[in-house]
């Protein structure tokens, strides 16, 4: 990643992020990416559980290396009244503030929104929980994996005789987070361009999840359907599955586009079927997904990966191997692009890691450094930004407070 000033998209807006693990941080992270100041508070003894979250090494969390990217760290002790106090003075100074507390709990502290917005009335504040800020699941506790399981995701996912499959990363947290920075920065346009308030912006992980599963709604409501779990096929388009090369690899492919299909059945060889019209209406064809998927299968398991990609890519059909890690990051494309960069890291071998995915031609995205040590900015931010002096800082450091 270049290390050459560029113009930032959000230079000089203000986040505070008092949030752990993933949902709520990864906000800050795309935040933080495109330009914000991100501060991120986390309790004194142990920070974010993100930080010993996975894989360690040397006794550093990778995984915080790359989500704790852009990000301030300063250490503070909400469960002191002194505490809560300095972080009040600091969230008068914010943009943005992101949490995923518990629902209640901000405001038996004292740090609810209602409190909150009468000293930062432009404040835009970023709730995540795992059912909602209402509701009579809304003081339960959850994680991605609880919902992943509410929202019909497991349900429909694996194969038809085996049990409900859970992702194995936080799948629901990636979809709540993107809802959340979706909805920040529609508030802070509201605020800024139409000369709207602050606002309080209630994500739940079950919501944004189940927004992406909408035909199922939809085809429940109208149609009675309820959909079962039918491995990697799908009852709306045909060819659509994976499927296993002589050399054992994979191939994904979709027929989702009536032109694409034909592409894919005229790469077979199997130009009978477009000429007969059961086999070449793409309804039709959805009577016989299982001869049809069956002749996919048959044909692509006589050659290997690179023979089958060869004639798929002629045809230009919709297909590409099923990856590894190893894979993707060896693959052309991949290393053109720059989809993973290395960084400079004072505690890591330079990582690599994922760079910024959407790319501003005028503001691009960059990564500054990886996660901070906890509290290395701790000082920095409560005496520049607070205004706390150097006795002041030392005496909260002394009682446990940052």
Same mark, same amino acid.
């Given at each position: =990643?270049?290390?050459?000033?560029?113009?930032?998209?959000?230079?000089?807006?203000?986040?505070?992020?008092?949030?752990?693990?993933?949902?709520?941080?990864?906000?800050?992270?795309?935040?933080?990416? +495109?330009?914000?100041?991100?501060?991120?508070?986390? /309790?004194?003894?142990?920070?974010?559980?993100?930080?010993?979250?996975?894989?360690?090494?040397?006794?550093?969390?990778?995984?915080?290396?790359?989500?704790?990217?852009?990000?301030?760290?300063?250490?503070?002790?909400?469960?002191?009244?002194?505490?809560?106090?300095?972080?009040?003075?600091?969230?008068?100074?914010?943009?943005?503030?992101?949490?995923?507390?518990?629902?209640?709990?901000?405001?038996?502290?004292?740090?609810?929104?209602?409190?909150?917005?009468?000293?930062?009335?432009?404040?835009?504040?970023?709730?995540?929980?795992?059912?909602?800020?209402?509701?009579?699941?809304?003081?339960?506790?959850?994680?991605?994996?609880?919902?992943?399981? =509410?929202?019909?995701?497991?349900?429909?996912?694996?194969?038809?005789?085996? /049990?409900?499959?859970?992702?194995?990363?936080?799948?629901?947290?990636?979809?709540?987070?993107?809802?959340?920075?979706?909805?920040?920065?529609?508030?802070?346009?509201?605020?800024?361009?139409?000369?709207?308030?602050?606002?309080?912006?209630?994500?739940?992980?079950?919501?944004?999840?189940?927004?992406?599963?909408?035909?199922?709604?939809?085809?429940?409501?109208?149609?009675?359907?309820?959909?079962?779990?039918?491995?990697?096929?799908?009852?709306?388009?045909?060819?659509?599955? !994976?499927?296993? !090369?002589?050399?054992?690899?994979?191939?994904?492919?979709?027929?989702?586009?009536?032109?694409?299909?034909?592409?894919?059945?005229?790469?077979?060889?199997?130009?009978?079927?477009?000429?007969?019209?059961?086999?070449?209406?793409?309804?039709?064809?959805?009577?016989?997904?299982?001869?049809?998927?069956?002749?996919?299968?048959?044909?692509?398991?006589?050659? !290997?990966?690179?023979?089958? =990609?060869?004639?798929?890519?002629?045809?230009?059909?919709?297909?590409?191997?099923? +990856?590894?890690?190893?894979?993707?990051?060896?693959? /052309?494309?991949?290393?053109?692009?720059? =989809?993973?960069?290395?960084?400079?890291?004072?505690?890591?071998?330079?990582?690599?890691?994922?760079?910024?995915?959407?790319?501003?031609?005028?503001?691009?995205?960059?990564?500054? +450094?990886?996660?901070?040590?906890?509290?290395?900015?701790?000082?920095?931010?409560?005496?520049?930004?607070?205004?706390?002096?150097?006795?002041?800082?030392?005496?909260?450091?002394?009682?446990?407070?940052?």
């Amino acid at each position: =990643m270049s290390s050459e000033p560029t113009a930032r998209a959000l230079e000089g807006v203000r986040v505070i992020e008092a949030a752990t693990l993933a949902a709520a941080p990864w906000i800050g992270t795309f935040l933080g990416e +495109y330009g914000a100041e991100v501060i991120k508070i986390e /309790p004194p003894k142990g920070g974010d559980p993100l930080r010993n979250w996975g894989h360690l090494k040397d006794g550093i969390g990778l995984l915080w290396k790359t989500i704790g990217r852009n990000k301030k760290s300063v250490t503070l002790d909400f469960h002191n009244e002194e505490g809560r106090e300095v972080f009040k003075k600091l969230v008068d100074t914010a943009d943005i503030l992101i949490v995923n507390f518990r629902p209640g709990r901000l405001e038996k502290w004292g740090l609810g929104y209602e409190t909150l917005k009468q000293t930062n009335p432009g404040l835009i504040m970023v709730a995540i929980s795992a059912f909602g800020q209402t509701g009579p699941y809304s003081s339960r506790p959850g994680f991605g994996t609880l919902v992943e399981a =509410m929202s019909g995701f497991a349900h429909i996912t694996g194969e038809a005789d085996g /049990p409900p499959t859970l992702p194995p990363l936080p799948l629901a947290d990636a979809f709540a987070s993107q809802a959340g920075l979706g909805a920040a920065l529609a508030a802070l346009h509201h605020r800024d361009v139409n000369g709207g308030s602050g606002q309080f912006i209630d994500v739940s992980l079950l919501e944004p999840i189940t927004r992406f599963m909408e035909h199922m709604l939809v085809d429940y409501d109208q149609l009675g359907m309820v959909q079962r779990r039918i491995g990697n096929k799908w009852k709306i388009t045909v060819p659509r599955n !994976t499927y296993q !090369t002589s050399d054992g690899e994979w191939i994904a492919m979709s027929g989702s586009a009536p032109s694409i299909a034909a592409r894919a059945i005229r790469a077979i060889g199997r130009l009978d079927w477009l000429e007969d019209p059961i086999y070449s209406d793409a309804q039709l064809r959805l009577q016989h997904a299982d001869e049809i998927d069956g002749e996919f299968a048959r044909w692509i398991g006589e050659r !290997t990966l690179e023979e089958a =990609m060869a004639v798929f890519e002629e045809f230009e059909v919709a297909a590409a191997p099923v +990856y590894s890690i190893e894979q993707l990051v060896a693959d /052309p494309h991949v290393q053109d692009r720059e =989809m993973f960069v290395r960084v400079e890291d004072d505690e890591l071998d330079n990582p690599l890691v994922q760079a910024p995915v959407a790319r501003l031609s005028a503001t691009p995205g960059r990564i500054d +450094y990886l996660g901070r040590k906890l509290g290395a900015d701790t000082d920095d931010v409560l005496s520049q930004i607070v205004g706390l002096s150097a006795d002041e800082l030392a005496d909260l450091r002394q009682r446990g407070i940052i």
